[in-house]
């Protein structure tokens, strides 16, 4: 049976819905020898901000309990350099790309949003409000929701791209923010990003981390990823994207059924630099199985 | 397009207190490792440990059809616990080879190894390689380890090497003491021209040698460890400081621009 599994994210086409996380992906060449990029419905890359950002010092990584903390701090070789070297390359990949941009200030999101908007070969803007490693910006946005709303306006002001806005699993009441985003005008929403965290190395005394804390990511996540998704999905009418721990193709799919119009796959890409694959190929036998002829049959069908 | 990352491990035993010889029979791909590569290793389906554990290779040989690598190491946490569990006929998932290797060197000439500890592994694999491809060259081995109990990878050394001087922290065999001060003790007796260096340990050991060696105009490679979540690049978790691009220098990563780094190169901090 021939599947239709292509996804519409607030003007986004989408192949397939399964797309790459940012920052567990790099620029999208490091994954060449592993996996079919064309097959990809996304790749999201690493986070751009307006200069090069050379991140925190190491140590930046911890394994927990099935998943790991990170602090990398947003290292990226800074929105030019990436035009230059990094989306070359990108453009003879027939996936959608998506930019994931970051700024320490309204102004600097603004900035980079124009600069890509104008940029042949990027598809989407991911807006970053959510990142918890570093001193300014990031999660300082993303857990206020006036702050949310002022970020999106700004860059959606700005931006001729569909316009997907990352939000923090580190709030009270992530529908709040949602819907205070959905009303500054984005396309779409992905959430969560990682949940901030802490590690200690007992024999030292000392955080495991440089950081000392860090964003939580992997499958200890996932049920509280799926919850403040499935939440959301009832709050808001734009689409939204699932993430946070999805290993492999049932996990993907209990995003879709909750709601999520589209997954990303983050940490499972380090363990396993072709799973996005092997969840593609997973969630299109299951619709076969199950009868579907179109994915969009299967989104949000969850019964409560 | 996608590699074959099976592995089925084909030997397994302790060779010194807490330190492990695993023999995987990996796809032939792996065949083309150079020595100070690595690869990245990981137990099928469970979560605990969670990530690919990297380790250096410590030999590559193949047999008939098959490819073996065996890795070398040292039971330091939850991890290599597991593996150390592992019995033959168990498959692992392996990735690589990966990383820039050693730079082997051209004929002629000494070639002096520096090993601390489970730093040996990848030493031992190049001490292999130079004794295979270039055979007129005399290798010279200064081996450290915390006391006689724990010298791991001390065989195979002496049936390569011209010679391997033992050091212990405890004095329980060889000199006593640091073996950067041991190899401190030969250094006049060693050319800048005609010597390359390659070291692999503890970083406080690496940083030692860095200091040995100011002034000096020999080549010296070192192999650095760091934790790792993906080992191909993508997740900036295994970054070091490096001495160029600045005053301040530039994070690298282990992994991609590594784990070989020229030792004057590294800022190995306090």
Same mark, same amino acid.
């Given at each position: +049976?021939?599947?239709?599994?292509?996804?519409?994210?607030?003007?986004?086409?989408?192949?397939?819905?399964? +797309?790459?996380?940012?920052?567990?992906?790099?620029?999208?060449?490091?994954?060449?020898?592993?996996?079919?990029?064309?097959?990809?419905?996304?790749?999201?890359?690493?986070?751009?901000?307006?200069?090069?950002?050379?991140?925190?010092?190491?140590?930046?990584?911890?394994?927990?309990?099935?998943?790991?903390?990170?602090?990398?701090?947003?290292?990226?070789?800074?929105?030019?350099?990436?035009?230059?070297?990094?989306?070359?390359?990108?453009?003879?990949?027939?996936?959608?790309?998506?930019?994931?941009?970051?700024?320490?200030?309204?102004?600097?999101?603004?900035?980079?949003?124009?600069?890509?908007?104008?940029?042949?070969?990027?598809?989407?803007?991911?807006?970053?409000?959510?990142?918890?490693?570093?001193?300014?910006?990031?999660?300082?946005?993303?857990?206020?929701?006036?702050?949310?709303?002022?970020?999106?306006?700004?860059?959606?002001?700005?931006?001729?791209?569909?316009?997907?806005?990352?939000?923090?699993?580190?709030?009270?009441?992530?529908?709040?923010?949602?819907?205070?985003?959905?009303?500054?005008?984005?396309?779409?929403?992905?959430?969560?990003?990682?949940?901030?965290?802490?590690?200690?190395?007992?024999?030292?005394?000392?955080?495991?981390?440089?950081?000392?804390?860090?964003?939580?990511?992997?499958?200890?996540?996932?049920?509280?990823?799926?919850? +403040?998704?499935?939440?959301?999905?009832?709050?808001?009418?734009?689409?939204?994207?699932?993430?946070?721990?999805? +290993?492999?193709?049932?996990?993907?799919?209990?995003?879709?059924?909750?709601?999520?119009?589209?997954?990303?796959?983050?940490?499972?890409?380090?363990?396993?630099?072709?799973?996005?694959?092997?969840?593609?190929?997973?969630?299109?036998?299951?619709?076969?199985?199950?009868?579907?002829?179109?994915?969009?049959?299967?989104?949000?069908?969850?019964?409560? | 397009?996608?590699?074959?990352?099976?592995?089925?491990?084909?030997?397994?035993?302790?060779?010194?207190?807490?330190?492990?010889?695993?023999?995987?029979?990996?796809?032939?791909?792996?065949?083309?490792?150079?020595?100070?590569?690595?690869?990245?290793?990981?137990?099928?389906?469970?979560?605990?440990?969670?990530?690919?554990?990297?380790?250096?290779? $410590?030999?590559? $040989?193949?047999?008939?059809?098959?490819?073996?690598?065996?890795?070398?190491?040292?039971?330091?946490?939850?991890?290599?616990? /597991?593996?150390?569990?592992?019995?033959?006929?168990?498959?692992?998932?392996?990735?690589?080879?990966?990383?820039?290797?050693?730079?082997?060197?051209?004929?002629?000439?000494?070639?002096?190894?520096?090993?601390?500890?489970?730093?040996?592994?990848?030493?031992?694999?190049? /001490?292999?390689?130079?004794?295979?491809?270039?055979?007129?060259?005399?290798?010279?081995?200064?081996?450290?380890?915390?006391?006689?109990?724990?010298?791991?990878?001390?065989?195979?050394?002496?049936?390569?090497?011209?010679?391997?001087?033992?050091?212990?922290?405890?004095?329980?065999?060889? $000199?006593?003491?640091?073996?950067?001060?041991?190899?401190?003790?030969?250094?006049?007796?060693?050319?800048?021209?005609?010597?390359?260096?390659?070291?692999?340990?503890?970083?406080?050991?690496?940083?030692?040698?860095?200091?040995?060696?100011?002034?000096?105009?020999?080549?010296?490679?070192?192999?650095?460890?760091?934790?790792?979540?993906?080992?191909?690049?993508?997740?900036?978790?295994?970054?070091?400081?490096?001495?160029?691009?600045? /005053?301040?220098?530039?994070?690298?990563?282990?992994?991609?621009?590594?784990?070989?780094?020229?030792?004057?190169?590294?800022?190995?901090?306090?």
């Amino acid at each position: +049976m021939n599947v239709k599994m292509g996804v519409d994210i607030g003007g986004l086409t989408l192949k397939n819905p399964v +797309m790459t996380a940012s920052g567990t992906f790099g620029y999208g060449e490091e994954y060449a020898d592993y996996l079919d990029l064309d097959r990809l419905g996304a790749i999201v890359v690493k986070g751009l901000s307006l200069n090069p950002r050379e991140g925190n010092p190491p140590s930046r990584i911890i394994e927990t309990a099935s998943g790991m903390l990170n602090a990398v701090g947003l290292q990226n070789v800074g929105v030019e350099e990436f035009i230059d070297k990094k989306l070359p390359y990108l453009r003879t990949i027939d996936s959608a790309i998506v930019a994931n941009i970051f700024g320490e200030s309204v102004e600097e999101y603004v900035k980079v949003a124009q600069i890509l908007s104008n940029t042949e070969g990027v598809d989407a803007l991911e807006v970053n409000i959510s990142c918890p490693n570093v001193k300014r910006g990031g999660v300082a946005f993303g857990s206020d929701p006036v702050l949310a709303g002022e970020v999106t306006r700004a860059v959606k002001g700005v931006s001729r791209l569909p316009v997907i806005v990352k939000l923090t699993p580190n709030v009270t009441d992530i529908t709040e923010i949602a819907r205070s985003v959905e009303g500054a005008g984005a396309d779409a929403l992905s959430l969560i990003n990682t949940l901030t965290g802490m590690s200690i190395d007992i024999e030292k005394r000392v955080p495991h981390l440089e950081h000392i804390t860090g964003g939580l990511s992997g499958p200890a996540i996932k049920p509280v990823a799926l919850r +403040m998704v499935w939440e959301t999905v009832s709050a808001v009418s734009i689409p939204v994207i699932g993430v946070g721990g999805i +290993m492999d193709a049932s996990d993907a799919l209990e995003f879709l059924i909750a709601g999520a119009r589209a997954v990303q796959i983050g940490t499972a890409n380090f363990i396993n630099p072709s799973v996005a694959i092997d969840i593609i190929d997973g969630i299109e036998r299951y619709l076969s199985d199950n009868n579907f002829d179109d994915i969009n049959n299967l989104i949000g069908t969850l019964r409560v | 397009m996608k590699p074959d990352t099976c592995a089925t491990v084909f030997s397994q035993g302790e060779t010194v207190k807490g330190h492990f010889l695993m023999t995987l029979k990996a796809p032939a791909s792996f065949g083309r490792a150079i020595p100070g590569q690595f690869i990245m290793v990981r137990l099928e389906g469970g979560t605990t440990p969670f990530l690919s554990r990297p380790f250096s290779i $410590y030999s590559i $040989y193949s047999r008939g059809d098959d490819t073996f690598v065996e890795i070398f190491y040292k039971v330091v946490g939850k991890g290599t616990l /597991a593996f150390s569990r592992l019995q033959e006929g168990d498959t692992l998932d392996i990735l690589g080879p990966l990383g820039r290797g050693f730079d082997v060197p051209p004929s002629g000439g000494k070639i002096v190894l520096i090993a601390g500890g489970i730093g040996v592994a990848p030493l031992s694999f190049l /001490a292999q390689r130079c004794g295979e491809d270039i055979p007129d060259t005399e290798i010279i081995c200064y081996l450290g380890a915390t006391g006689a109990e724990a010298i791991a990878g001390l065989g195979r050394l002496e049936e390569i090497c011209s010679s391997v001087e033992v050091s212990t922290d405890d004095g329980s065999r060889g $000199y006593h003491g640091p073996v950067t001060k041991l190899f401190k003790r030969d250094l006049s007796l060693y050319t800048d021209d005609t010597t390359r260096i390659y070291s692999c340990g503890p970083r406080p050991m690496l940083r030692h040698l860095q200091d040995l060696l100011k002034g000096r105009l020999c080549i010296c490679q070192v192999s650095l460890e760091e934790r790792m979540a993906c080992g191909i690049g993508a997740c900036l978790g295994c970054v070091t400081r490096i001495r160029s691009g600045g /005053a301040e220098g530039s994070l690298v990563r282990v992994c991609k621009e590594g784990p070989v780094f020229d030792i004057r190169d590294v800022e190995f901090g306090e």
